[in-house]
């Protein structure tokens, strides 16, 4: 079965810096688009960022210039680069795959897969 398994999170002071790891198996990982949502408490689940399986990249304006996602096929992996995290950015995080190779696939319907989440604070 597929599995998406996040690492990373953690307790961070403002400015700080992390990076969130997703492995994936069960799937043909490099057929599929990957991204990174988040949901802080008693929020929706909000797009991050996603990179298709040909490498074309997206992110919210919220993160833009801050963080990079990026993936490793050969490991079966996607990574999140948090730079520059702000308070508002704790969250717990989620690793996503889907199929879909065309559309903006931002919204969380367009995913087919979904990992446990792993919690990030941001705070002093």
């Known amino acids: 079965q597929v599995q998406l398994v996040e690492s990373g999170g953690g307790l961070v002071h403002p400015g700080g810096s992390l990076r969130l790891s997703c492995a994936a198996s069960?799937?043909?990982?490099?057929?599929?688009?990957m991204a990174w949502f988040r949901q802080a408490p008693g929020k929706e689940r909000d797009f991050v960022s996603r990179i298709s399986w040909s490498g074309d990249i997206l992110y919210s304006n919220s993160v833009k210039g801050r963080f990079t996602i990026s993936r490793d096929n050969a490991k079966n992996t996607v990574y999140l680069q948090m730079n520059s995290l702000k308070p508002e950015g704790t969250a717990v995080y989620y690793c996503?795959?889907?199929?879909?190779?065309?559309?903006?696939?931002?919204?969380?319907?367009?995913?087919?897969?979904w990992g446990q989440g792993t919690q990030v604070t941001v705070s002093s």
């Open positions: 069960g799937l043909p990982f490099t057929t599929y688009t």
């Open positions: 996503a795959a889907t199929s879909l190779r065309v559309g903006l696939r931002t919204a969380t319907q367009s995913y087919d897969y």
